[in-house]
């Protein structure tokens, strides 16, 4: 098996939507008139969940008009958050199949299609004309790409000249071996969290210049900590489960190596040039 193949297959649950649907209706929401917000908790897998996105957003310079292409979409929260509050029309790419499916289905239910389109293939070979889009985001992807070179070199080639590309990563910000299972990977066999000093070096070899770059880690564990009371409450019942086997132990892991300051979430804007 490829480590794409893995990558897939580690976030294949095989009966996704269904579960989702049930857990929504479990919640009270009217699965076939959803709002964007009912999905809050569901659809962004990324520390700061929704609340990072609208940060990463506003650093995005985002208007009706804008062409976005978002790689490594998974169920397409942040892509619909893209489109609803700026209007922008984006295509999300996910290496697997199911959550694209499941991200059309979502955007589908909360009356998006015209904005909003999900399709399946890989972040090294984009399928997608050159210089077609204002702007690229790539969100918690990079710790399951080992070729980020090729990675940057492919969105630089997507994006026009001054387009913009934000990247919303995991990154490694001192020595020390990572825990495993985490929420991306079950051992460090397709994991490939690297430092900030290389994206920033890798980003300026594929013909980006660095405009913007941000530790979100105090965002991400007010989350933390708001999660844990709401799960102590009893409240977002069965969210849990969507992460596949042994979400808790990898929620954890990933948890505690944040606020350890061994890993930290970082966004980084930068422009084609
Ligand atoms: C942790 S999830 C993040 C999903 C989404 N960006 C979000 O923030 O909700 C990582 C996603 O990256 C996708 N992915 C990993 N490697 C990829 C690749 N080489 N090409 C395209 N997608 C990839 C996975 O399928 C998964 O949906």
Request: proline fraction near 3%.
């Amino acid at each position: 098996m490829s480590t794409e193949e893995k990558v897939a297959s580690h976030y294949t649950h095989g009966s996704l939507e269904t579960a989702i649907l049930q857990t929504l209706a479990e919640n009270g929401k009217d699965i076939e008139n959803l709002r964007t917000s009912d999905l809050a908790g569901v659809d962004e897998f990324h520390l700061g969940r929704h609340a990072a996105t609208v940060e990463f957003a506003r650093d995005l310079h985002l208007a009706a008009g804008v062409r976005l292409a978002d790689i490594g979409s998974g169920l397409g929260g942040p892509a619909r958050h893209f489109a609803s509050a700026y209007g922008c029309t984006v295509t999300g790419i996910d290496l697997t199949e199911e959550f694209v499916q499941v991200a059309n289905s979502l955007t589908a239910r909360c009356g998006l299609t015209e904005l909003v389109s999900f399709r399946q293939g890989s972040a090294l070979s984009l399928p997608f004309e050159s210089g077609g889009f204002d702007r690229a985001t790539l969100i918690h992807v990079g710790m399951n790409i080992e070729d980020k070179a090729m990675l940057f070199a492919e969105i630089r080639r997507i994006l026009k000249p001054g387009g913009r590309f934000g990247l919303y990563e995991i990154m490694q910000m001192r020595e020390g071996a990572l825990p495993y299972p985490m929420p991306w990977a079950m051992t460090p066999e397709t994991s490939f969290v690297c430092g900030q000093e290389s994206y920033r070096h890798l980003l300026e070899e594929a013909g980006f210049v660095v405009e913007l770059e941000q530790d979100r880690s105090a965002l991400a564990i007010r989350l933390m900590h708001e999660m844990r009371a709401k799960a102590a409450a009893g409240e977002g019942k069965g969210f849990g489960t969507l992460m596949g086997p042994r979400a808790s132990e990898r929620g954890a892991n990933v948890n505690m190596s944040v606020e350890s300051g061994l890993i930290a979430p970082i966004e980084i804007i930068a422009r084609a040039v």
